[in-house]
Every structure is written in structure tokens, then in C-alpha cells.
């Protein structure tokens, strides 16, 4: 939104007197002072300068929370009516900036240091040694590489979720029925998921799958081959995803205007022409949306794999995610996983900055 | 008799055309429910299986083998059961509870915090230092690419410091923090939608700005809100990664149960079946009642 003043404009005469603004100021440094002073008691104690401290953390949180409150108030009794307005926005940016920015920079430290929590020494720095072990870390850059594959298979997800929405969106009985055992896919959770059908259903001597494909008189193998494996993955986090895009292109069907569809109707068109010509060109918008939602998502895929295959056969299945959840969980390697999850952060937002700029371009608009 | 009206040759192949239509449509359609269905109608038939039943392959219960309670008593909810103390149920009960607790309190928080700033972004111009409204909005839904992996770590040894380890407070507010960014790309369409106009009435009868906020404009929004609500219900009753790394015996929810059972497979499908079922009833039953908020959510931002 680029309007110049608010939507919603409030005339109010605040006369805000000397002493109120002092005290707004004083209730905001009094508290951080507060915060500041228990953080650094807290530190002398934990390096062994000060005899008496807290447990835990857990005071300074509190502190934290308090100056956040008094942050909060100080809005008001400084700025008067403006401070009421930005009193909308500031309990979401301080939570957001709290949980996300502090543990970032913590990331950043953590991911320079050869921190193992198994080690005794706790973390030391170790300059670009992460950097170098990760460049030649191979299973790494396989995950890379198939976190490539996992986000190309969205391409055939958006066909099915597209074919989905124009079935729904046709003249059909029941609809309510099939909308909502469509939808039904995306509210299982994935680790039950991988339970249902990546352990049971895929089982290799009881599952129905196997039984079905030995009917046929094949030999069922699911996850022995890394190809297979990966389709295997791939089409379970497609079965429960494939909703998720569907009801997005419905709602763009749906919204459609029905003079342009009837237009070209009159005009004689067929209906894979009236899709081609008028559908598809109208529905990219919405298209484009769905798609770029689904890849961020994808791009987090971890939980079918960690709890069906953990990465396996050989690596061939690993996404980013599970790679790094194995080598905290199993390794314990603090440090080095964080470097690879930070290098992992730097490439999805150059990747995303750039799949949004092609794609406002291409659309002509601003995303 | 012959027919006296009898269709023109070119009208009938139109008709055979119309048809054949129809059925490749209810074809696909039929396809695609027994896709869905199939996975959920296998899991929830397995908890009711003993292992013959399982070894033989029998689909149909009371057709090709009886149902048993044998699973759903491997989670001591079976009606032998019910009445008597039973320690995994009441193992099962805490993380059905961690998991309702969490995923409530999380969406609700979210949902606060999401209503709130989107309302502001959709009203006010806003000027923190350099950042102004695109800005600001850009910053809050840009979380949504933040992989959890990197945050994972950090947060480990922060909760450790914190002693928020494997508690219900620390997964809440990782959580709220997950789904933040789409309640509030939801509720930003939401509130686009309403007439400034309602609140310049208010305002005009003398009403705040914030007693317009929630006498007027959160009536309107409800729907928007329970939708965002439901859409964040379902991903945090869903979500694996973080339970699993910072929770263990007190806080551990739901797919940790399911996932740390998978691991040691052995043959007692019918526990794990009843385990896989009773953690996707509940959201089985909120897609089938609350369909229409969910849809609605998720249509939210797509169409503009």
C-alpha cells in the first residue's frame, strides 16, 4: 500500500505534558536498565565473580517481558493517540524480532564455533573450518541436490491440484462430499502419515501395496532403489500437500468471471480451447501464489523422511532439514549443523528473492 | 413403433459427448476419493485387526475378518478397558492433552498477535526508522521462508538457559511463532475487505480507535479469524520437528508418540494403527464440521 497518510485518519488533540513524556521515557530505560543489570549479574555468576545468582535464565526473562510490557504502555503515555496506533503493531514486531532476530545472531555465532555437545569444552571458535568441512561434506550437497528434485515435483502436484480444482469446480453432485474428502489429506499430520502409508501401506511383506503389486506379479521394493525412494517420499508429502494448492485454485475457479467464460463459449470455443485461451491465462495469478507458497513449504520438508527412510538409501532421499535434524541428533555436532542450516537459510532467501522477482516481472506486477 | 421425434444424428453424438463427459468426471473424482480415502479407511480398519488379519491381508471388517479391540487396548481405550486404570492411557492422555493444550494456546496467541498487527498494517502508516508499511508487512510474512532448522539449535541452548526445555510454554511460543506469519496474511485480506466506513462512524459517535477495533470491526472479522484459527490449529497439532528436538518426557506431543513407537516396528501393527488413528480423529473430525472456515482460510490470500 503506497497511500500517503492513514486509511483510516483520527483527528485528536493530544496535549502531552513534560512530565508525562519523562515518565514514559523512565518506565522504557527503567526496565531495560533492569533487564540489562540482571543479565549482567547473571553472567558474573555463571563465570564464577559473583557468589550468590540465579538458577536459571528465567528472571531475565521475565525482566525481558516486562520491559516488552513497559515498552508497550510507554506508547500510549508518550505519543498519546499515535501511540495507540502503533500499540497494534508492536506486540507482533517484539515477538517476532524477539523470537527470530536474538536466535539468528546467536545462530551466526554458534555457526563458526567446533561446538560437539558431547564435547566438555564447550564452543570454541574455529575461524572457516565449518565453511571448509562443509564444502566437502558430499551428503550435504547430495541433500542440496535433492531438495532440487523434491521442489521440481511440485510442477506436477500444481497439474493433479489444477485437474482437481477444475473437477470440483464443474457441474458435479456432491460437491460438499468431494471438497471435503479432498481436503481431508492435508489435516493428517505427516508423521502419521509416514506411519499409514510409508511403514504399513508400503510394507514390503503385508502391505496392501505389495500385495496388490504382487498380484500383478511384480516384486515390490519401495525403498531399495534411490529413484524409487525418492518417488516414494515425493508422492506421499504430494498426497498430503495436493489439497492444499487445490483449494487455493478453487477459490481462484471460482472467482473467475463467468461473462468471459460464456464469451468465449458464444464465440465457439471448445472446452480445452476455452481452458487454454481463457482459464489458464486467468487463473496465473492465483497460480503463481499457490505455487510459491507450496515451494517455501517444500522447502521444509523433513518429518515423512526423517520417520520413514531417514535419509536412506544411501543419502538418496535426504532433504536439507532431515540431513541437519540427524547430524544434531545423532552427532551432536552443534556447530557444524548450524553453519549448514545458516548456508541453508542464505540460499533459500537468494532463491526466493529471485523466484519473486522473475515471477512480479513476468506478472507484471508488484508481488 | 417408430419414433416420430426422433433426434437429429448430430444432436445425439452431442448427447453421447455430454455423457461420456459425465462419467470421466465422476470417474476421476471417484479415483481421487478412494486415493484419499483409502490410507485413513486402512489405518483406522488395522487398529481393529489381530495379526492373522494383518498377515492375510483382510480388508473388510465383519466381511473377511471381525474387529477386534485388541489395538485400541494396547492405548487402554477399549470398553474392557475404559472403566479400569490403566497406565499407557493415561501416557496417551498426557500427550493428547500436551498436544491440545499447546496447539490452542499457540493458535490463539497467533492469532491475537496476527489480528492485531494486520489490522494496523490495513489502517494506519506506520514509520519504525526506515521501515514503512510494505516493509513492516514484508517482515512479518518473510518468516514464513525461515526454514525451522535454524532456528532448532539456537532455540535448544536459549531454552536450556531458560529452563523452558521440554515444557509447554517454550513449544507454545515457537509455535505461535510458526503460524504467525500466515494469520496474518490471512487477516490482512480479511480486514482489506471490511468498509473503512463502519469505522469512521464509529469514530464519529465517539468511539477510540481501538473501541472501534473491537466493538465494529472484530464482529465482521470472526470468520476471518476462525478460519486463520483452524488453519493454525491444524499445523500445530501436526507439527513434528521442533517437539521432537526440545521436548521429551513432560511436554512431548503426539507425533513424538507416534514417531519414537515406529521406530521399534516388530509386528503390533493394530497399537500403532490405534496410536496413527485416535492422533488423526480429532482432525478428521474439524476438517468434516469446520470445512468451510478452513477453505475459506486458505482461499484467503489467493484470491485478490
Known amino acids: 500500500m503506497n497511500t500517503e497518510g492513514d486509511l483510516l485518519h483520527t483527528v485528536t488533540a493530544d496535549n502531552i505534558s513534560d512530565a508525562r513524556r519523562r515518565l514514559g521515557k523512565a518506565m522504557v530505560w527503567g526496565t531495560a536498565l533492569l533487564c540489562a543489570a540482571l543479565a549482567l549479574w547473571q553472567m ?99 541433500a542440496l541436490k535433492n531438495m532440487v528434485y523434491y521442489v521440481l515435483a511440485v510442477s506436477v502436484e500444481y497439474v493433479i491440484a489444477f485437474g482437481l480444482a477444475l473437477l470440483l469446480n464443474a457441474q458435479i453432485r456432491a460437491r460438499k462430499f468431494f471438497r471435503v474428502v479432498f481436503l481431508l489429506p492435508l489435516m493428517l499430520s505427516p508423521v502419521a502419515v509416514s506411519w499409514m502409508i510409508g511403514k504399513s501401506m508400503l510394507e514390503v511383506r503385508f502391505g496392501p501395496i505389495s500385495r496388490l503389486i504382487r498380484e500383478l506379479g511384480g516384486e515390490p521394493s519401495f525403498f531399495g532403489t534411490p529413484e524409487i525412494a525418492r518417488f516414494m517420499i515425493m508422492a506421499m508429502d504430494a498426497w498430503t500437500f495436493i489439497p492444499f494448492m487445490m483449494i487455493m485454485l478453487l477459490a481462484g475457479l471460482q472467482a473467475l468471471p463467468k461473462e468471459v467464460l460464456e464469451a468465449s463459449k458464444v464465440d465457439g470455443a471448445t472446452g480445452w480451447q476455452s481452458f487454454k485461451e481463457v482459464i489458464f491465462p486467468l487463473m496465473l495469478p492465483v497460480s503463481v501464489t499457490a505455487v510459491v507458497i507450496r515451494i517455501i513449504f517444500k522447502l521444509k520438508l523433513a518429518d515423512v523422511i526423517i520417520n520413514v527412510t531417514s535419509g536412506g538409501p544411501g543419502g538418496a532421499t535426504d532433504s536439507v532439514t532431515s540431513f541437519i535434524f540427524r547430524e544434531y541428533r545423532d552427532r551432536s555436532n552443534v556447530g557444524y549443523g548450524t553453519l549448514l542450516a ?23 506486477r508488484p508481488a | 413403433m417408430s419414433a ?17 463427459s459425465r462419467i470421466a468426471i465422476y470417474a476421476a473424482l471417484l479415483t481421487w476419493t478412494v486415493i484419499c480415502l483409502f490410507p ?76 492485531l498487527a494486520a489490522y494496523g498494517l490495513s489502517r494506519f502508516n506506520y514509520r519504525f526508522g526506515f521501515m514503512r508499511n510494505s516493509d513492516i508487512s514484508f517482515f512479518f ?57 463502519l469505522e469512521e462512524a464509529a469514530l464519529v459517535d465517539g468511539l477510540g480507535i481501538w473501541g472501534a477495533f473491537m466493538q465494529i470491526v472484530l464482529p465482521i472479522a470472526l470468520p476471518g479469524m476462525v478460519a486463520a484459527f483452524i488453519l493454525s490449529l491444524v499445523l500445530c497439532w501436526n507439527e513434528y520437528f521442533f517437539a521432537a528436538l526440545l521436548t521429551s518426557s513432560n511436554a512431548s506431543t503426539l507425533p513424538v508418540m507416534v514417531a519414537s513407537q515406529t521406530g521399534s516396528q516388530g509386528i503390533n501393527w493394530w497399537s500403532m494403527a490405534a496410536l496413527s488413528s485416535a492422533a488423526i480423529l480429532p482432525l478428521i473430525f474439524v476438517a468434516i464440521v469446520l470445512e468451510k472456515y478452513i477453505i475459506k482460510g486458505m482461499a484467503a490470500g489467493a484470491v485478490k
Open chain 1, 44 to 142: 558474573a555468576f555463571e563465570t564464577g565473580r559473583v557468589a550468590s545468582g540465579f538458577d536459571n535464565w528465567r528472571p531475565i526473562l521475565y525482566a525481558y517481558v516486562f520491559w516488552a510490557i513497559a515498552l508497550c504502555a510507554a506508547q500510549v503515555v508518550v505519543n498519546g493517540e499515535k501511540g495507540k496506533r502503533t500499540l497494534f503493531v508492536l506486540p507482533a514486531a517484539l515477538f517476532v524480532i524477539s523470537l527470530v532476530v536474538f536466535p539468528l545472531l546467536f545462530a551466526l555465532y554458534i555457526s563458526f564455533t567446533d561446538w560437539n555437545l558431547a564435547s566438555p569444552n564447550g564452543p570454541q571458535p574455529n575461524g572457516w573450518d565449518n565453511l571448509i568441512e562443509m564444502w566437502n561434506d558430499g551428503f550435504y550437497w547430495n
Open chain 2, 141 to 197: 510474512l518473510s518468516q514464513m521462508i525461515l526454514p525451522p532448522v535454524v532456528l532448532a539449535l539456537p532455540f535448544l541452548v536459549l531454552y536450556k538457559s531458560l529452563a523452558l526445555l521440554d515444557s509447554r510454554v517454550g513449544l507454545i511460543l515457537l509455535y505461535t511463532l510458526m503460524v504467525l506469519p500466515i494469520v496474518i496474511w490471512i487477516m490482512r485480506d480479511q480486514f482489506h475487505g471490511i468498509p473503512i466506513e
Open chain 2, 4 to 20: 416420430i421425434f426422433e433426434d437429429h444424428d448430430t444432436d445425439r453424438q452431442v448427447n453421447t459427448k455430454w455423457w461420456a
Open chain 2, 40 to 115: 485413513i479407511f486402512w489405518t483406522i480398519t488395522t487398529s481393529f485387526k489381530l495379526a492373522p488379519d494383518v498377515m492375510k491381508g483382510n480388508l473388510i471388517p465383519w466381511w473377511d475378518f471381525t474387529p477386534r479391540w485388541k489395538g485400541w487396548e494396547s492405548i487402554g481405550l477399549s470398553p474392557r478397558l475404559i472403566g479400569e486404570v490403566s497406565t499407557v492411557r493415561e501416557e496417551f492422555l498426557k500427550r493428547f492433552w500436551n498436544s491440545a493444550i499447546i496447539s490452542i494456546s499457540a493458535s490463539l496467541l497467533a492469532v491475537v498477535l496476527g489480528s
Open chain 1, 342 to 364: 545458516m548456508v541453508y537459510l542464505v540460499l533459500i532467501v537468494i532463491f526466493v528473492t529471485l523466484l519473486l522477482k522473475v515471477v512480479s516481472r513476468w506478472m507484471e
